[in-house]
C-alpha cells in the first residue's frame, strides 16, 4: 500500500514539472524585426556576361546578355578601341574574360530600344539576376563591356564590329573594256551618216544652182 502510495506521487510530481516546460515549449517565437538588415540576394553559380553575336557589322547591334547578378541596376562601361584583330572570333560564339570563346545558342528575348553607342550606362536586372540589353555601335573597332552589379560582382565581354559590306556595283562609274564598244560603234555609224547625208545635201544644192536638176 505504501509502494503505490510512493509511486503515485511521484508520477504526479513529474506530471506537474512537465507542464511548464510543454507550455514554454507552446509560446510563439517573436517574428524578426523588418529593420533587420538582410544580405544581397546572389544567383548560385555567380554572374555571368555574353552578346548573341560577337563579330557584327557597322550598322548592326549587339545583343548583351547578364544572368547571375544582384537583381536591381547594373553599371555597363564599354571600352572602345580602333582596329578589329585579323583572327577575330566567328559569329556565334562569345568571349570570356579569360580569354577563351563558348558557343552561343539563339534564345527569346525582349527587344529594348538601341543605345547610341553610349560609354556607360545603366540597365535593370530582373529577380532572377538576367537582363537583356542591344547596343549599336558607331564605329569599327574592338568593344568590351564590363557590367558591374550593385554587390561589386563584375563580368567582361568583347566583341568586334566590321565594316559594312560593300553594296553590289551600280550606275554612275565609268566603264570600259568591253562593254563599251558597242556604244562607241553606234556613236560612230551616226557620225558616218551624218557626214554623208551633209555631203548628199551639197551635192544636190550644187546641182540645182547650177541648174544640173533632172527634168
Known amino acids: 500500500m505504501r509502494l503505490s502510495r510512493i509511486i503515485m506521487a511521484l508520477t504526479v510530481g513529474l506530471a506537474v514539472a512537465a507542464v511548464p516546460t510543454a507550455a ?3 509560446q510563439p517565437q517573436p517574428a524578426p524585426s523588418a529593420s533587420t538588415p538582410q544580405p ?3 544567383p548560385p553559380g555567380g554572374p555571368s556576361l555574353a552578346l548573341d553575336d560577337i563579330t557584327i557589322r557597322l550598322g548592326e547591334v549587339f545583343i548583351l546578355r547578364g544572368s547571375g547578378f544582384t537583381p536591381g541596376p547594373v553599371r555597363i562601361h564599354v571600352t572602345i578601341s580602333a582596329g578589329v584583330p585579323a583572327a577575330a572570333p566567328v ?3 562569345a568571349r570570356r574574360s579569360d580569354g577563351s570563346t563558348i558557343a ?3 534564345v527569346a528575348y525582349q ?3 538601341p543605345q547610341p553607342a553610349p560609354r556607360d550606362f545603366e540597365v535593370t536586372a530582373d529577380a532572377t539576376g538576367s537582363f537583356t540589353v542591344e547596343y549599336k555601335p558607331n564605329r569599327v573597332g ?5 557590367a558591374t552589379d550593385s554587390a561589386n560582382q563584375s563580368r567582361e565581354v568583347t ?3 566590321l565594316p559594312p559590306r560593300k553594296p553590289p556595283h551600280q550606275g554612275g562609274l ?3 573594256g568591253s562593254s563599251m564598244s558597242t556604244p562607241m560603234k553606234l556613236g560612230g555609224g551616226l557620225v558616218g551618216a551624218g557626214a554623208l547625208m551633209v555631203l548628199l545635201t551639197l551635192a544636190w544644192r550644187r546641182r540645182e544652182r547650177f541648174g544640173l536638176g533632172g527634168r
Not at 142 to 146: A, D, I, K, L
Open 24 to 26: 514554454g515549449a507552446a
Open 40 to 42: 544581397p540576394y546572389t
Open 91 to 93: 559569329q556565334g560564339t
Open 104 to 106: 552561343m545558342a539563339a
Open 111 to 113: 527587344k529594348a530600344a
Open 142 to 146: 574592338t568593344y568590351t563591356f564590363r
Open 159 to 161: 566583341g568586334y564590329v
Open 174 to 176: 565609268p566603264v570600259t
